[in-house]
């Protein structure tokens, strides 16, 4: 059972003006499909894996053949990060946030504006390629991080509820080498609803 390549949750153009059509088509279709290909080569390795979900094998990479380690981590982690990345984005979204994230928000961050700003400087300040995060961890504590590469909070066992991607792919056609531009323009596309649905 090969994974698959979700198709983007809406059309290439709605994120527009923050996210251009030109970025999600090569975003999705080269980068993601590339990293969902290079797993499912991994994995045909090692049938005996293939019915694990993502999810499984982040949270338990050592589990992995020596052979294939390196290869799982790698494309299972930008494979499920991306996906993720694109559920948290919705057109006509982003604004304040609403729901049971607002109380987290509150309770962990003190404010939105404040929660806003460490966010946000922890994606700006990622040292190349990455990811932003808002996880949770397993004593039920929130936290801001930013991972290099395919880190995901998965393979910390921690459970992550919002993302944004900072490698240069994401936002290079557009914004070139201004991710603090980047980061302020994807706030409007920060899709609530989900985040409150990956609380649950
Ligand atoms: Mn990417």
């Not at 970025?23 to 969902?36: I, N």
């Not at 996880?135 to 395919?150: C, L, Y």
Request: proline share 6%; net charge negative; glycine share 6%.
């Amino acid at each position: 059972m090969a994974h698959e390549l979700p198709p983007l949750p809406y059309p290439y153009t709605a994120l527009e003006p923050h996210i251009d059509e030109t970025t999600l088509h090569v975003h999705h279709d080269k980068h993601h499909a590339a990293y969902v290909n290079n797993l499912n080569a991994a994995l045909d390795k090692h049938p005996e894996l293939s019915t694990k979900s993502l999810e499984e094998l982040l949270r338990n990479l050592n589990a992995v053949p020596d052979d294939i380690r390196t290869a799982v981590r790698r494309n299972a982690g930008q494979t499920y990060n991306h996906t993720m990345y694109w559920q948290v984005m919705a057109p006509g979204a982003g604004g304040p946030p609403k729901g049971a994230i607002a109380e987290v928000i509150k309770a962990s961050f003190g404010d939105f504006e404040t929660f806003k700003t460490k966010f946000s400087q922890a994606a700006v300040g990622q040292f190349g390629s990455g990811w932003g995060w808002l996880s949770r961890d397993q004593a039920g504590k929130f936290a801001i991080e930013a991972t290099s590469n395919e880190g995901c909070p998965l393979m910390e066992g921690k459970w992550p509820v919002l993302v944004v991607d900072v490698w240069e792919h994401a936002y290079y056609l557009k914004y070139q080498n201004r991710r603090p531009d980047y980061l302020q323009a994807w706030w409007n596309l920060v899709n609530w609803d989900e985040v409150n649905r990956r609380l649950k």
